[in-house]
């Protein structure tokens, strides 16, 4: 797993699954799959509006207004 997803996973007070071998692999796997979801949502807000020819103050300010509308 990536290290800075699974430090930010600790920091949101997520935990590993310890019951067995499995069922941790399939969750950091899961955790994984989850964070390169936003990550691909977050590039593609920013590709988007650097296409219209805005800088990153807007591309902040878009995501930030994106996953507080998901709330």
């Known amino acids: 797993m990536n290290e800075r997803?699974?430090?930010?996973?600790?920091?949101?007070?997520?935990?590993l699954p310890?019951?067995?071998?499995y069922n941790s692999h399939v969750y950091r796997y899961a955790l994984?799959?989850?964070a390169n979801s936003i990550v691909r949502e977050?590039?593609?807000i920013c590709e988007k509006l650097?296409?219209?020819?805005?800088d990153g103050h807007y591309c902040a300010d878009e995501i930030k207004s994106y996953?507080?509308?998901?709330?």
């Open 18 to 21: 310890v019951d067995t071998e």
């Open 32 to 34: 994984e799959r989850f």
């Open 50 to 54: 650097g296409n219209d020819g805005l």
């Open 67 to 71: 996953f507080k509308e998901m709330k």
């Open 5 to 15: 997803i699974k430090l930010l996973a600790e920091q949101a007070g997520l935990k």
């Open 42 to 44: 977050c590039t593609s």
